[in-house]
């Protein structure tokens, strides 16, 4: 699965933002779409994932309330949309792809075989 983000960009503290990953033809019946982020001096973390087949989905505590993501099938492509942005949200957005995986995994970026590359998301106070 090939991954392609987009969307990214500076808001104003309090805004929103779509971020949106296109993924390549195939069979995603298993497949699981997740998105992480970075900030500078941090480590990669956990935003949210969904499960491509039956929609389940999984936000880390930050992300809850103030993020949704959503699938759009005629397109192959998952969206992040994020509402109330803050300073802190200020990161490098990342989408992956995973297969098979459970619940307590969807949050582990090392069960993601495949990467978009990052969207660059800025909040100013």
């Known amino acids: 699965v090939q991954l392609q983000a987009s969307g990214g960009g500076l808001v104003q503290g309090g805004g929103s933002l779509r971020l949106s990953c296109a993924a390549s033809e195939g069979s995603f019946s298993d497949v699981t779409m997740g998105w992480f982020r970075q900030a500078p001096g941090k480590e990669r973390e956990f935003v949210g994932a969904?499960?491509?087949?039956?929609?389940?989905?999984k936000y880390n505590d930050f992300a809850k309330g103030r993020f949704t993501i959503s699938k759009e099938y005629a397109k192959n492509t998952v969206h992040l949309w994020m509402n109330s942005l803050k300073p802190e949200d200020t990161a490098v957005y990342y989408c992956?792809?995973?297969?098979?995986?459970?619940?307590?995994?969807?949050?582990?970026?090392?069960?993601?075989?495949?990467w978009g590359q990052g969207t660059q998301v800025t909040v100013s106070s």
């Open positions: 969904i499960r491509w087949g039956g929609g389940t989905t």
């Open positions: 992956a792809a995973g297969r098979r995986l459970i619940s307590s995994t969807m949050s582990n970026a090392n069960r993601y075989d495949n």
